[in-house]
């Protein structure tokens, strides 16, 4: 394929990210863009990570090689039934979410035999959301995971793969049902987490919510940044991959269970054990390149005058 017609249905964090990254790196012949918001099509515009965009997603696919889906879960198909009637033979229907089999579930029954699709999800992100948000540099470095069916054209795997490289990123392949119960150990879980945590103190009395924001350690700190992403987003994925988050979270309780044992009946022999493993496992996830060992995870510590 020369350089293809590329369509961003969806413009937030990730869409503008997929949109200046094409960008960056020269690999489109055309970006057409579409969001439901007639502000965030005119500031796409502005920022100049698409070329054109238009007020409906159907519109935006006329004559593309490549459809991103960049929505919450829960819009890809009724924006899957408008696009596909207008698409030209053999486009490619691709995606960002952090949900994989609910994505291939759906959207197969509607291919109609010439379409394909190539699920996708970029591990890379930030709490912040809207076209402002992204930059060019979000997935370099960063892996992404693509599951095909095992219908899929190799053709296709191929030129969304090849397009994923050019931007930055390493990629992976792998089953859409491993991928969601993988995800929702990594991602999916620590992210009820940090909701539940940061619920909890947004309950708290007045006074001692107060106390809690102002002496925030970094612990509280680094919950409320991940509890502050996309609602909506989040909404969906625990919804569509319910049965993968209860098993872990099924299994979380269970060893939540045990260290609340171990510590109402004083066992530090269990208590240090268990934290001499997590460790190890952070020192794992350094060295592969996920984290860095800089103290305060690198973050600037000059005092603000």
């Known amino acids: 394929m020369s350089k293809p017609h590329i369509a961003l249905i969806g413009m937030g964090l990730i869409g503008s990210s997929l949109g200046h990254a094409l960008k960056k790196h020269d690999l489109a012949a055309h970006i057409s863009g579409y969001a439901l918001s007639p502000e965030t099509r005119a500031r796409a515009l502005q920022l100049g990570f698409v070329d054109s965009v238009h007020d409906s997603a159907a519109d935006a696919s006329k004559g593309a090689d490549i459809v991103f889906f960049n929505t919450p879960l829960s819009a890809i198909k009724p924006l899957a039934e408008e696009i596909i009637p207008v698409l030209d033979d053999h486009a490619i229907l691709t995606d960002v979410g952090s949900v994989k089999k609910t994505v291939l579930d759906e959207l197969t029954p509607l291919l109609q035999g010439r ?73 999916h879980l620590p992210h009820l987490i940090a909701y539940n945590i940061v619920g909890t103190a947004a309950q708290l009395e007045s006074d ?98």
């Open 115 to 187: 379409i394909h699709l190539v699920p996708g999800h970029p591990i890379a992100g930030t709490e912040l959301s809207g076209p402002d948000a992204g930059f060019a540099e979000l997935f370099d470095g960063r892996w992404c995971i693509l599951t095909p069916s095992g219908d899929t054209s190799l053709i296709a795997v191929e030129e969304i793969a090849k397009l994923w490289r050019a931007m930055g990123s390493e990629v992976e392949f792998m089953e859409a049902g491993h991928h969601d119960l993988v995800l929702a150990i990594t991602s």
């Open 208 to 305: 001692t919510r107060r106390d809690v924001i102002k002496y925030s350690a970094s612990g509280f700190r680094d919950f409320t940044r991940i509890a502050a992403s996309d609602p909506v987003m989040w909404r969906d994925i625990f919804i569509q991959n319910k049965e993968a988050v209860l098993e872990m979270l099924g299994r979380f309780s269970e060893d939540l269970t045990a260290l609340q044992r171990a510590i109402r009946h004083g066992d530090g022999e269990y208590l240090e054990n268990i934290f001499t493993t997590t460790r190890s496992i952070r020192k794992s996830v350094v060295e592969a390149g996920q984290d860095t060992d800089q103290p305060n995870f690198g973050r600037d510590q000059t005092p603000k005058s």
